[in-house]
């Protein structure tokens, strides 16, 4: 059975680029690895709708919170049997955002905090309900948020495709979740929790998350 590590931040942070460079760590050292990133994008309708809704589609779907945070848990939960099958066929499957992205921005929105309600009903509704795997371990990219920002408009300067959508531009939604995340991450919630910042070796890191082959393949914080 392989470990199920995910990246958890804010908009612009670096999680696609941290988890890219995880892989080639992993994949040099011979592991199997496989990367999936969460929204699922052209792949899920849950995913597409929620994009869509995040650029004024579908009506007032994007003010409300509970309707938006639905969107995502239900791209999860029909993910569920491609991450177990991805498990039982890697050493490794990495996820680009979990279950923890939606209890952060949920709770923000509703400018609540990591021991608030939003987070527990999340917890509820995607790992008991719905039954998605949990992970072995999360990292957080704790970036600067001014840092993250500046990143997401340039990369929307350098790219049309990817202007920013209502949370992006949204500076103290994005303060909020990163609090959140802090929370999350100090209350090992879900599961261990390792946190970076925004100049972490991800050599060093890949090594330091998966150690093998002395204990098995299996994770440290
Ligand atoms: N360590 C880094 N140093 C400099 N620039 C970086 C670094 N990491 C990422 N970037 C740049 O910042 C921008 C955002 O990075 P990336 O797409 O990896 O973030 P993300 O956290 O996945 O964003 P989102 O959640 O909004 O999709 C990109 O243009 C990327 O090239
Ligand atoms: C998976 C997931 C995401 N979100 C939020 C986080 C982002 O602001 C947007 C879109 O994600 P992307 O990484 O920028 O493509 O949605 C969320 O609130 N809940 C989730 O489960």
């Known amino acids: 059975m392989g470990t199920l590590i995910v990246i958890e931040g804010v908009d612009g942070a670096g999680k696609n680029t941290l988890a890219r460079r995880l892989v080639s760590a992993w994949e040099r050292d011979d592991l199997e690895v496989t990367r999936i990133g969460f929204p699922r994008y052209d792949s899920s309708v849950h995913a597409d709708l929620a994009a869509e809704a995040l650029r004024g589609e579908h009506g ?54 990591a021991d608030g309600e939003a987070v527990e009903w999340i917890r509820a509704l995607e790992f008991e309900r719905f039954g998605v795997p949990v992970p072995d371990v999360q990292i957080l990219l704790d970036v600067p948020v001014d840092l993250a920002a500046e990143r997401a408009a340039s990369r929307e300067a350098d790219d049309a495709s990817r202007t920013r959508d209502a949370y992006e531009r949204d500076g103290s939604l994005q303060s909020r ?34 150690n093998q082959p002395s204990d098995g393949g299996k994770v440290t914080t």
């Open 60 to 113: 007032d779907t994007a003010q409300s919170v509970h309707a938006m945070a639905l969107l995502f848990a239900l791209d999860r939960k029909y993910a569920a049997p491609d991450l177990r099958k991805a498990l039982s066929h890697n050493d490794i499957v990495l996820l680009d955002r979990y279950v923890a992205s939606n209890a952060a921005y949920t709770a923000a929105r509703l400018e609540q905090s």
């Open 177 to 210: 979740t990163s609090a959140v995340y802090g929370g999350l991450a100090a209350a090992e919630w879900g599961s261990s929790w390792e946190v970076v910042g925004p100049d972490v070796d991800p050599d060093r890191l890949a090594a330091d998350i998966f």
